[in-house]
């Protein structure tokens, strides 16, 4: 029989897992009200007051006239706050001056269409102009199936912006956080100079359903998962959420030459 | 002729393969194996071979015409070991200074396991990134399906074609389904509204042309002819700027609100 203390044990250990393992499915009764969101982790990981937005100015889009797209991505704007599933602007870290990218996921699952990949893009030229490190935490499901090919090419769009950024000597970090899928995965996720991923994050290619599906068996636990990938070769540091601040300000720090005289 | 149609040509199994067009456009040909890290996968052929007498890196996506052929290169849809033999072969052409040419027909890159332990994800990201930047020309011509970033992760090119019964799309028709609507036996729907034919794209600015089928290989050696004849006039340097202009704002006047935006930091 399970004592009061073993249960109150076990209750603490979900609220401990809850904190370090955030990705993690829980159970609706100590699932928190607010699904921690991009702007969350702009206000934990941008020194405080430091956070400028970069504001576009973009056109609406719909090259496939895809009914309801449009209806869609406006009542996602009221509700989040934001323009597409991207959001990025100048900041500190540590005191040292970035630019820092957020997806987010609750804007139709943070895939790319024209305006996020745009978004990227330019925010990522600023900072090789200004010759400042880029820090993207990356979240998605992948292409922008709204916008057909022209999402697809989005893939090739912001992956030569990576190169051209690192080729000119920029710092490129990029942090993988759940789930990063599909084109976003397969373009400038894991092109990153330095690659950090939070605990637990699925990071793919393919969809877990769609390899099942293809390969017809059961995946092993634990694939695609942050580990995995770390174990394969791909990831530098698995970074709890609570330390990723202090982590990017080391990461900073460590390049500080590349910065100096800036 | 409606978008399923040529849904149907692209993905039939007697049109013509790499390996057709490699014996019918070219000389010579020397075929070049594995990414030399660890694995040869058959779904990527390429190597080196003469075009009109000019020595010229050429590779594809393999699907094979028989059974035993379709298993060997696993239908065409390559590994990361593919992408990275793919790039092995176009990094060499840089260095040799050989034009590259590269022919497209992939129903995807492969969502298997092994796939996504080795990074195929990764694979395809370094081939973006590598061919933007890649200082020899690079032609690409859609042949049959261009599926998903597997299809992209050999199609960074200065030009890129597609013969009139290819399709290029985001995803294939039933995938779309799938995911927006949770039906894919609604493909064919799917398949009009993706505006995935060679007529869609190029009105979409993606590709450079539509290459004709009445007369295949002819008409395919008459535009790579054209087209390295227009390439060749750029310098190295200006090829890979070419290439950088031409994905980084293929879809510039869709995402400016006016032809003079200018970033403001609030």
């Known amino acids: 029989m399970t004592s009061v203390v073993d249960k109150r044990k076990n209750k603490f250990n979900r609220y401990k897992d809850l904190r370090e393992n955030p990705t993690e499915l829980l159970e609706p009764a100590i699932k928190p009200v607010k699904e921690y969101d991009a702007f969350d982790r702009i206000k934990d990981i941008a020194d405080e007051g430091t956070f400028k937005e970069f504001e576009f100015n973009f056109p609406e889009t719909n090259p496939l006239e895809f009914e309801g797209y449009v209806e869609k991505k406006e009542a996602l704007r009221k509700e989040n706050n934001c323009h597409d599933a991207i959001i990025a602007g100048e900041c500190e870290i540590g005191k040292m001056p970035c630019v820092l990218a957020v997806m987010n996921k609750k804007f139709m699952m943070a895939s790319m269409g024209m305006e996020l990949g745009e978004t990227f893009c330019r925010a990522l030229e600023y900072a090789g ?58 373009s400038f996720a894991t092109l990153g100079d330095i690659t950090l991923a939070e605990p637990k994050a ?39 959420r609570e330390d990723m601040k202090e982590m990017l300000e080391k990461i900073l720090m460590l390049h500080k030459n590349v910065y100096e005289g800036r | 002729m409606s978008a399923i149609e040529k849904v149907l040509i692209a993905r039939d199994k007697d049109r013509p393969k790499i390996t057709d ?27 080196i071979a003469l075009f009109h007498g000019r020595p010229v890196t050429v590779l594809g996506h393999r699907k094979g ?14 590994g990361p070991e593919g992408y990275r033999k ?20 992939t129903p995807g890159a492969y969502p298997g396991l092994e796939a996504e332990m080795y990074g195929q994800a990764q694979a395809i990201a370094n081939n973006l990134a590598e061919m933007s930047a890649l200082k020899v020309p690079v032609i690409s011509i859609v042949t049959g399906e261009g ?38 036996a609604r493909r064919d729907e799917a398949a009009e509204v993706m505006k995935l034919t060679a007529k869609d794209l190029y009105e979409f600015g993606v590709i450079d042309g539509i290459i004709d089928e009445a007369d295949i290989f002819k008409a395919i050696d008459k535009q790579i002819s054209s087209a390295l004849k227009e390439l060749d006039k750029l310098s190295a340097d200006e090829l890979k700027e070419d290439r950088y202009e031409k994905f980084r704002y293929f879809d510039e006047a869709r995402v400016n609100a006016s032809s003079v935006e200018e970033m403001e930091v609030v």
Request: glycine share 10%; with cysteine.
């Open chain 1, 129 to 186: 102009e200004k010759r400042l490190p880029f820090i993207v935490f990356t979240a998605s499901g992948g292409a922008r199936m709204q916008e057909g090919i022209l999402s697809l090419m989005q893939m090739a769009k912001t992956s030569a912006v990576v190169k051209r950024f690192k080729d000119e000597g920029g710092l490129y970090i990029t942090v993988l956080t759940h789930p990063t899928t599909g084109g976003v995965s397969a």
């Open chain 1, 202 to 240: 699925l990071i793919g290619f393919a969809g877990p359903r769609v390899i099942e599906q293809t390969i017809g068996q059961k995946l092993p636990e634990g694939f695609q998962r942050a580990e995995f990938l770390q174990e394969h070769g791909f990831v530098d540091a698995i970074v709890r």
């Open chain 2, 21 to 47: 067009y490699v014996d019918n456009l070219f000389t010579d040909f020397f075929e070049q194996k594995g990414d030399f890290l660890g694995k040869e996968d058959e779904s990527i052929y390429g190597g």
């Open chain 2, 65 to 78: 015409r028989t059974v035993e052929e379709n298993m060997a290169c696993n239908f065409g849809m390559p």
């Open chain 2, 86 to 105: 793919a790039l092995r072969l176009m990094k060499q052409a840089e260095k040799f200074k050989r034009p590259i040419i590269t022919f497209v027909d």
């Open chain 2, 147 to 184: 599926s998903s970033g597997g299809a992209l992760g050999i199609a960074v090119a200065n030009k890129v074609y597609m013969l009139e019964n290819a399709i290029y799309s985001v995803l294939s028709p039933e995938g779309f389904a799938s995911i927006l609507w949770h039906d894919s």
